[in-house]
């Protein structure tokens, strides 16, 4: 029955494990003899099912919970995530129990799953509230009026209302937070009624169609897309304060590649904040309009700087800090967890509760999942390992055989001293233990060391030494700092480990070997088609274009499409949209210029960018120019209808790359546009790539060309963040960046022999 509850999808295995575990927690507390009859009968309703003698697999549940939270899958997994945390307490247990049957019923009888969700998201964040220190004396003070053991449902409702009216002030608003979603739902199943239900939809759910400009009218380009509004709560942390981010998504229209590579790829259109008020402000503060802007200001600065990591931010780690860190740390490691601990956070950029979820293989060829883990060598040694979950794109064997698919971990050498490895402790308390040491080291060397700016210390390194963001978020484990990126690049292990030995022997003060060459090994993007395959397609494409030309003029014209198309996104990295390119307005053949505007949605200023063409694409797009103009040419006496959309394309009123279809009669000609899936379709039963292959390629490709910078790759891919984009407000990249990825576009070009075509399909001379 606990099915109705879940929103994502499980192996069998993880099914029966959350099964057995929902069972136990009916049976181990409601189902004792001391429960009345009637809360005993409506328990044994929903676990006498499923068998409930088997161990529920502790183990099993701490790592999905440690994956959920990776994968950023808590907000769809409520059901899950308050399986997958125990009781501490018999207090706390007693709670789970009756939530728990209180949300099944609540759900049988109303179907309401929101108001469900939200009461095991308060019971399992009551729980992880007392690891955390701005919330442990308010979880505690809760947890201790909570009762051991309740009868029924209404008097549990009852402690509930005590509880509220008891509290001192300063705990319940708190306590409102944690128990009022638990309250709403024992009311609604007490009384057989739903209770202050609201009719307005939930903003996650809203779906609405959004014209921002994909049809010509009067010279203006129309597109409707269709939109929908995703909600995520953001996490309150000493230095950032709350808040709700709204994301305006596009849906994908053309289904040619995989979903989740499509929306990282476009990330999101629209990013709305809504700051959450401070806690501690009076409420007719709260209310206020201009205050309350004031603090979404405030809110967006925050994120912005953090965003930006600015050496002049105080909640960075200055070289002082670091010395006495290392140094406290040093002296106590071999024997205090907490100590250990601390210094495999600087080590490794990650926070402990991440840090504390790894896990421990023997080998690293045994490190098969997604995730963190690590295994400890014969010498003392300690290594970290790291794999992001990337589309496995498994394709017939034909297409299979032009990509270069390898899966090789992020392997991490963390230095050590030999008496200290050992395996990683556990225990949520360490967390605590930290903030205390933490104080004391302060207060004997006047620091102001904390965890987060620890754990923040190597990210914030790598960014001043301009490293990748991809790498960078490999390296540190955290997705967030280039999602998109992370999608589209096969990466090297010995770039990854050079950019972490340097962190290594500058903060941490220790001297590492030096990668052999030899032993690299690669991973990341399964969609890297490989350079002989990149020769093959366009071979192919010229060797088709060629056939065609005394046959069809239609077919070798939508074949001349393709070759030019096919050049420009190798040169560009140009999305796979419906009309690429846009019109020739939008490109500068004298100063070999180009603004592309590829998201589906062009609602913010990230989606369009200006980027420096290579030689041999701005002879592509003059000669394709000539063949438009030989056409129009033709067309004035076979369709002079069709003759004026030519002139149109011609003349940036019109789309500059179109198909040609022939209509029932002799001069009845139109133009299609081109799309991802008609892409797609020309190319049936010959390659067979989802249709953003070359973004794979060419980003994987300028990775590794040393004179390219990070920063040029995500703006010339579309990839920078909101304030991180090149030629902006805050940057400070020039356009001789872009020129020098240009340069070297157009020696790949040259090595692939990639060359610019005639309408006829010969090379020009």
């Not at 960014?463 to 490999?474: E, I, K, P, S």
């Not at 939508?558 to 990295?573: D, E, F, K, P, S």
């Amino acid at each position: 029955m606990i099915q109705i509850l879940m929103r994502l999808e499980h192996d069998a295995h993880t099914t029966n494990v959350l099964v057995r575990r929902a069972n136990e927690i009916l049976s181990g507390c409601v189902l004792d003899s001391e429960y009345g009859n009637d809360l005993k009968g409506l328990a044994e309703q929903y676990a006498s099912a499923y068998p409930h003698d088997d161990d529920p697999c502790e183990e099993h549940l701490k790592n999905l919970l440690g994956q959920l939270r990776e994968k950023k899958q808590i907000t769809e997994a409520q059901a899950e995530a308050f399986l997958c945390t125990p009781p501490p307490s018999a207090s706390l247990q007693n709670l789970q129990s009756f939530v728990l049957l209180a949300a099944l019923e609540h759900q049988k009888t109303f179907g309401d799953l929101g108001r469900t969700l939200r009461a095991m998201s308060a019971y399992r964040l009551l729980v992880e509230d007392r690891t955390k220190t701005s919330k442990r004396l308010n979880s505690l003070e809760v947890e201790k009026l909570l009762p051991i053991a309740s009868r029924t449902l209404e008097s549990l409702l009852g402690s509930i209302d005590l509880i509220l009216g008891s509290l001192a002030a300063s705990h319940k608003s708190y306590a409102q937070q944690r128990l009022m979603p638990v309250r709403r739902i024992l009311e609604d199943v007490v009384s057989r009624n739903l209770k202050n239900k609201r009719t307005r939809r939930n903003a996650s759910e809203d779906e609405g169609t959004v014209s921002v400009g994909g049809q010509r009218s009067g010279g203006s380009l129309i597109y409707t897309v269709s939109q929908s509004v995703s909600t995520r709560y953001a996490l309150e942390t000493d230095e950032t304060p709350g808040y709700i981010e709204l994301s305006l998504q596009t849906t994908l229209s053309d289904v040619t590649q995989e979903t989740s590579e499509y929306r990282a790829d476009h990330q999101t259109p629209g990013v709305f904040l809504a700051a959450q008020a401070e806690k501690n402000a009076p409420a007719s503060l709260r209310r206020s309009y201009a205050l309350s802007a004031m603090h979404a200001k405030i809110v967006a600065g925050a994120l912005e700087r953090r965003e930006k990591r600015l050496v002049c931010l105080t909640n960075r780690l200055t070289k002082y800090e670091v010395g006495i860190l290392l140094s406290e740390l040093a002296s106590r490691m071999e024997f205090c967890d907490v100590s250990y601990m601390l210094y495999l956070v600087l080590a490794t950029g990650r926070k402990p509760e991440k840090l504390l979820q790894a896990r421990q293989v023997a080998r690293t060829g045994d490190f098969h999942e997604t995730g963190d883990a690590y295994r400890l060598g014969q010498s003392g040694s300690i290594y970290w390992l790291y794999r992001y979950e990337l589309p496995p794109h498994r394709l017939p064997e034909k297409q299979q055989r032009l990509l270069d698919q390898q899966k090789a971990a992020v392997v991490m050498p963390v230095p050590c001293a030999a008496k200290a490895v050992r395996t990683l402790p556990d225990g949520k308390e360490l967390e605590l233990q930290a903030e205390e040491l933490l104080k004391r080291i302060n207060k004997a060397n006047s620091t102001k060391l904390s965890v987060s700016k620890i754990a923040d210390h190597l990210a914030n390194y790598l960014h001043r030494q301009g490293v990748d963001d991809v790498l960078t978020a490999l390296i540190i484990g955290s997705p967030d700092i280039q999602e998109a990126g992370l999608y589209y690049t096969q990466y090297d292990t010995v770039s990854i480990y050079r950019a972490y030995q340097s962190y290594l022997k500058t903060e941490l003060r220790t001297e590492t070997p030096d990668p052999d060459e030899s032993k690299s090994e690669l991973g990341g993007s399964q969609l890297v088609v490989k350079e002989e395959a990149v020769i093959a397609i366009f071979d192919h494409l010229q060797k088709s274009l060629q056939r065609l030309k005394d046959r069809s003029w239609i077919e070798a014209h939508n074949r001349y499409v393709m070759y030019t198309i096919h050049l420009l996104n190798i040169a560009t990295g140009h999305r796979p949209v419906t009309d690429p390119f846009d019109d020739i307005d939008h490109i500068d053949l004298i100063s070999k210029k180009i603004f592309i505007s590829d998201k589906e949605s062009r609602l913010t200023s990230s989606s369009a960018r200006t980027l420096v063409l290579p030689d041999t694409a701005v002879t592509q797009i003059k000669l394709y120019n000539k063949h438009l103009e030989r056409l129009h040419i033709q067309m004035q006496s076979l369709s002079p209808t069709f003759a004026k959309q030519l002139g149109d394309a011609l003349n940036g009123k019109d789309r500059l790359f179109f198909f040609i279809r022939q209509g029932d009669m002799t001069d009845e000609f139109s133009m299609v546009s081109v799309s991802p899936k008609s892409v797609e379709d020309l190319w049936e039963g010959t390659l067979g790539l989802p249709s953003n292959w070359h973004r794979h390629f060419l980003r994987s490709y300028l990775l590794r060309q040393k004179e390219v910078t990070g920063e040029s790759i995500d703006t010339w891919m579309g990839h920078a963040k909101p304030g991180q984009e090149g030629l902006t407000r805050y940057s400070g990249m020039s356009i001789k960046a872009l020129e020098t990825i240009a340069l070297v576009i157009e020696q790949l070009f040259s090595r692939l022999g990639i060359i610019p075509l005639t309408g006829q399909g010969r090379a020009h001379e």
